[in-house]
């Protein structure tokens, strides 16, 4: 089960983070595909409705597994970010993807780094 949110918690920081890499292109699209500002804003929100929940079960499940509480201050550090570059959109003009992609990078090393852990603690268990 954890593995299985520690994949939706890669996939959906991964989708954010090439969301925030492509952000000056989509930008200039926008109009193209009639798509608003508040959309975009919409879709920061919508996001963390995937990410919060799937890091907090998978790091949650991890930590109680392998018991290495860095993958935790990881995931919070990158959450507390998501959470701020959130709800401060507004005054973050010109540096709200770099925040976002700051946050989102840390939740993508906190889930690989809690599946490798994971793994090492799954195959360590099973030998013994």
Known sequence: MQKIFDTIGLTSS????IHCLYAPISLIL???FGVSILDIE???EAILYFILPSALIAITMGCRKHKDYRVALL???GITILLYATLHH???HGVLELVTLTGSLFLVVS????FILCQ?????????
């Open 14 to 17: 991964g989708i954010c983070s």
């Open 30 to 32: 926008v109009p193209l």
């Open 42 to 44: 919409i879709f920061h």
């Open 75 to 77: 995931a919070v550090t």
């Open 90 to 92: 507004e005054s973050l």
């Open 111 to 114: 889930h690989f780094t809690n």
């Open 120 to 128: 090492k603690a799954g195959c360590t268990h099973k030998n013994n």
